[in-house]
Protein backbone atom coordinates (compact mmCIF):
# COMPACT_ATOMS: atom_id res chain seq x y z
CA UNK A 1 0.00 0.00 0.00
CA UNK A 2 1.21 3.69 -0.24
CA UNK A 3 -0.43 7.18 0.30
CA UNK A 4 -0.72 10.36 -1.54
CA UNK A 5 -1.01 13.26 1.03
CA UNK A 6 -1.48 16.82 -0.28
CA UNK A 7 -2.58 20.13 1.28
CA UNK A 8 -5.88 21.09 0.20
CA UNK A 9 -5.72 25.19 0.01
CA UNK A 10 -9.50 26.00 -1.08
CA UNK A 11 -10.82 23.78 2.11
CA UNK A 12 -8.39 24.78 4.16
CA UNK A 13 -9.18 27.78 7.25
CA UNK A 14 -13.04 27.38 7.20
CA UNK A 15 -16.01 25.02 7.44
CA UNK A 16 -14.53 21.74 9.29
CA UNK A 17 -11.18 23.14 8.46
CA UNK A 18 -11.98 26.15 10.95
CA UNK A 19 -8.16 27.00 11.96
CA UNK A 20 -6.91 24.18 10.47
CA UNK A 21 -4.80 23.06 7.26
CA UNK A 22 -6.99 20.61 5.33
CA UNK A 23 -5.21 17.59 4.61
CA UNK A 24 -6.40 15.41 1.70
CA UNK A 25 -4.52 11.54 2.16
CA UNK A 26 -5.80 9.10 -0.57
CA UNK A 27 -4.83 5.45 -0.35
CA UNK A 28 -3.35 3.22 -2.95
CA UNK A 29 -3.03 -0.42 -4.03
CA UNK A 30 0.68 0.32 -5.18
CA UNK A 31 3.01 2.83 -6.19
CA UNK A 32 2.09 3.14 -10.14
CA UNK A 33 -1.64 3.91 -8.88
CA UNK A 34 0.42 6.39 -6.27
CA UNK A 35 2.17 7.74 -9.18
CA UNK A 36 -0.83 8.58 -11.15
CA UNK A 37 -2.78 10.49 -8.20
CA UNK A 38 0.27 12.21 -7.59
CA UNK A 39 0.39 13.80 -11.31
CA UNK A 40 -3.37 14.23 -11.20
CA UNK A 41 -2.64 16.39 -8.01
CA UNK A 42 -0.09 18.39 -9.58
CA UNK A 43 -1.98 19.66 -11.77
CA UNK A 44 -5.07 20.92 -9.94
CA UNK A 45 -4.47 24.52 -9.13
CA UNK A 46 -5.72 23.80 -5.73
CA UNK A 47 -3.19 21.04 -4.28
CA UNK A 48 0.05 21.53 -2.93
CA UNK A 49 2.86 19.90 -0.81
CA UNK A 50 1.56 16.17 -2.49
CA UNK A 51 4.23 13.50 -1.35
CA UNK A 52 4.04 9.69 -1.81
CA UNK A 53 4.25 7.51 1.51
CA UNK A 54 4.79 3.98 1.67
CA UNK A 55 3.26 3.78 5.39
CA UNK A 56 0.18 5.52 6.49
CA UNK A 57 1.22 8.94 7.30
CA UNK A 58 -0.09 10.97 10.27
CA UNK A 59 -0.43 14.49 11.13
CA UNK A 60 -0.82 17.18 14.17
CA UNK A 61 -4.40 18.86 15.18
CA UNK A 62 -2.86 21.27 13.19
CA UNK A 63 -4.16 19.61 10.38
CA UNK A 64 -7.82 18.60 9.54
CA UNK A 65 -7.13 15.02 7.65
CA UNK A 66 -9.47 13.01 5.37
CA UNK A 67 -8.52 9.84 4.41
CA UNK A 68 -10.30 8.16 1.11
CA UNK A 69 -9.57 5.53 -1.49
CA UNK A 70 -10.19 4.37 -4.78
CA UNK A 71 -13.61 3.02 -4.73
CA UNK A 72 -14.89 5.92 -2.39
CA UNK A 73 -17.47 8.00 -4.36
CA UNK A 74 -15.41 11.10 -6.25
CA UNK A 75 -12.18 10.15 -6.22
CA UNK A 76 -11.95 6.86 -8.55
CA UNK A 77 -10.89 9.49 -11.62
CA UNK A 78 -8.20 10.29 -9.59
CA UNK A 79 -6.36 7.21 -10.77
CA UNK A 80 -7.43 7.82 -14.05
CA UNK A 81 -4.06 9.04 -15.84
CA UNK A 82 -4.32 12.53 -17.30
CA UNK A 83 -7.77 12.68 -15.27
CA UNK A 84 -6.61 16.75 -15.01
CA UNK A 85 -5.37 19.14 -17.06
CA UNK A 86 -2.70 21.40 -16.10
CA UNK A 87 -3.52 24.27 -14.36
CA UNK A 88 -1.32 27.42 -12.31
CA UNK A 89 -1.62 27.32 -8.43
CA UNK A 90 -4.40 29.47 -7.11
CA UNK A 91 -2.65 32.88 -5.63
CA UNK A 92 -3.76 33.35 -2.12
CA UNK A 93 -6.30 36.09 -3.04
CA UNK A 94 -7.74 33.67 -5.79
CA UNK A 95 -8.24 30.92 -2.51
CA UNK A 96 -9.54 33.42 -0.66
CA UNK A 97 -11.82 34.77 -3.18
CA UNK A 98 -13.02 31.17 -4.19
CA UNK A 99 -13.85 30.34 -0.03
CA UNK A 100 -16.44 33.48 -0.13
CA UNK A 101 -17.79 32.73 -3.43
CA UNK A 102 -18.72 28.93 -2.15
CA UNK A 103 -19.53 30.21 1.22
CA UNK A 104 -22.03 33.12 -0.37
CA UNK A 105 -23.34 30.59 -2.29
CA UNK A 106 -24.57 28.49 0.96
CA UNK A 107 -25.55 31.63 2.24
CA UNK A 108 -28.27 32.57 -0.59
CA UNK A 109 -30.21 29.70 0.69
CA UNK A 110 -29.54 29.37 4.29
CA UNK A 111 -29.67 33.18 5.10
CA UNK A 112 -33.25 34.80 6.44
CA UNK A 113 -34.51 36.75 3.83
CA UNK A 114 -37.02 38.84 6.22
CA UNK A 115 -39.55 37.88 4.07
CA UNK A 116 -43.16 37.42 5.89
CA UNK A 117 -44.34 34.66 4.33
CA UNK A 118 -42.62 31.14 2.46
CA UNK A 119 -43.83 32.59 -0.98
CA UNK A 120 -41.94 35.53 -1.03
CA UNK A 121 -38.84 34.00 0.95
CA UNK A 122 -38.42 31.65 -2.03
CA UNK A 123 -38.86 34.13 -4.46
CA UNK A 124 -36.02 36.00 -2.98
CA UNK A 125 -33.84 33.66 -2.65
CA UNK A 126 -34.11 33.11 -6.37
CA UNK A 127 -33.85 36.57 -6.92
CA UNK A 128 -30.44 36.50 -4.79
CA UNK A 129 -28.85 33.54 -6.60
CA UNK A 130 -29.91 34.82 -10.11
CA UNK A 131 -27.90 38.12 -8.92
CA UNK A 132 -25.17 36.43 -7.66
CA UNK A 133 -24.75 33.84 -11.08
CA UNK A 134 -24.64 37.52 -12.47
CA UNK A 135 -22.09 39.22 -10.36
CA UNK A 136 -19.56 36.53 -10.98
CA UNK A 137 -17.98 37.91 -14.29
CA UNK A 138 -18.37 41.75 -13.13
CA UNK A 139 -14.80 41.98 -12.29
CA UNK A 140 -15.73 43.11 -8.65
CA UNK A 141 -14.78 41.09 -5.81
CA UNK A 142 -15.69 38.11 -3.35
CA UNK A 143 -16.47 41.07 -0.75
CA UNK A 144 -18.53 43.16 -2.92
CA UNK A 145 -20.26 40.51 -4.77
CA UNK A 146 -21.78 38.95 -0.91
CA UNK A 147 -22.48 42.48 0.04
CA UNK A 148 -24.50 43.24 -3.24
CA UNK A 149 -25.94 39.93 -3.17
CA UNK A 150 -27.77 40.07 0.07
CA UNK A 151 -28.66 43.57 -0.60
CA UNK A 152 -32.25 44.20 -2.49
CA UNK A 153 -32.86 47.21 -4.35
CA UNK A 154 -36.02 48.19 -4.82
CA UNK A 155 -36.14 47.49 -8.01
CA UNK A 156 -35.62 43.65 -7.65
CA UNK A 157 -37.85 43.70 -4.41
CA UNK A 158 -40.01 44.58 -7.37
CA UNK A 159 -39.44 41.56 -9.09
CA UNK A 160 -39.77 38.50 -6.05
CA UNK A 161 -43.12 40.58 -5.54
CA UNK A 162 -44.54 40.48 -9.37
CA UNK A 163 -42.88 36.29 -8.93
CA UNK A 164 -44.73 35.47 -6.09
CA UNK A 165 -47.98 37.34 -7.32
CA UNK A 166 -48.00 35.15 -10.40
CA UNK A 167 -48.09 32.10 -8.14
CA UNK A 168 -51.13 33.37 -5.93
CA UNK A 169 -52.75 36.68 -5.41
CA UNK A 170 -50.94 38.65 -3.31
CA UNK A 171 -51.80 39.93 0.49
CA UNK A 172 -52.94 43.27 1.40
CA UNK A 173 -49.96 43.88 2.47
CA UNK A 174 -47.49 42.76 -0.03
CA UNK A 175 -49.63 44.70 -2.64
CA UNK A 176 -49.33 47.59 -1.18
CA UNK A 177 -45.76 47.56 -0.91
CA UNK A 178 -45.38 46.40 -5.13
CA UNK A 179 -47.38 49.42 -5.39
CA UNK A 180 -45.34 51.63 -3.00
CA UNK A 181 -42.07 50.43 -4.91
CA UNK A 182 -43.48 50.80 -8.10
CA UNK A 183 -44.32 54.22 -7.33
CA UNK A 184 -40.92 55.03 -5.72
CA UNK A 185 -38.97 53.15 -8.97
CA UNK A 186 -41.02 54.30 -11.88
CA UNK A 187 -42.67 57.35 -10.53
CA UNK A 188 -46.28 58.28 -10.27
CA UNK A 189 -46.96 58.21 -14.59
CA UNK A 190 -45.88 54.50 -14.44
CA UNK A 191 -47.82 54.27 -11.66
CA UNK A 192 -51.04 55.30 -12.65
CA UNK A 193 -50.55 53.57 -16.16
CA UNK A 194 -50.23 50.15 -14.13
CA UNK A 195 -52.26 50.69 -11.53
CA UNK A 196 -54.98 53.07 -12.58
CA UNK A 197 -56.21 55.89 -10.78
CA UNK A 198 -55.85 54.31 -7.27
CA UNK A 199 -54.52 56.71 -4.72
CA UNK A 200 -50.79 55.12 -3.25
CA UNK A 201 -50.23 53.38 -0.59
CA UNK A 202 -48.96 55.08 2.68
CA UNK A 203 -45.36 55.78 2.34
CA UNK A 204 -44.52 53.60 4.79
CA UNK A 205 -45.20 49.72 5.76
CA UNK A 206 -47.28 49.09 8.48
CA UNK A 207 -46.10 45.43 8.66
CA UNK A 208 -42.20 44.68 8.43
CA UNK A 209 -41.86 42.55 4.96
CA UNK A 210 -38.16 42.76 4.24
CA UNK A 211 -34.81 41.62 6.39
CA UNK A 212 -33.33 45.10 5.86
CA UNK A 213 -35.86 47.31 7.30
Same mark, same amino acid.
Given at each position: MHWVSMTDRF???????????????? /?????? &?????? =??? +???? +?? =? @????? +??? !? &???DRYMVQYHGRDEGGY =? /??? #? #?? $??? !?? !???? @????KNAQRN???????? =?? !??????? $??? +????? #? $????????QNSGLTAKQIEEFTFKLTDAEKISILSKASSKAPLSRELAEEMQRLFLKVYGEDAYRSIFGYKDPPEKEQWVKIWGDK
Open positions: MSGWGKSQDQINKLII /SCYNYS &EALIVK =ENA +DNRS +DM =E @DIKIH +DSK !P &EFS =E /SWF #E #EG $RFD !PA !PKMT @DTQVFMNIAKVF =EK !PTGAITQ $RLH +DSAIT #E $RFTKFLKL
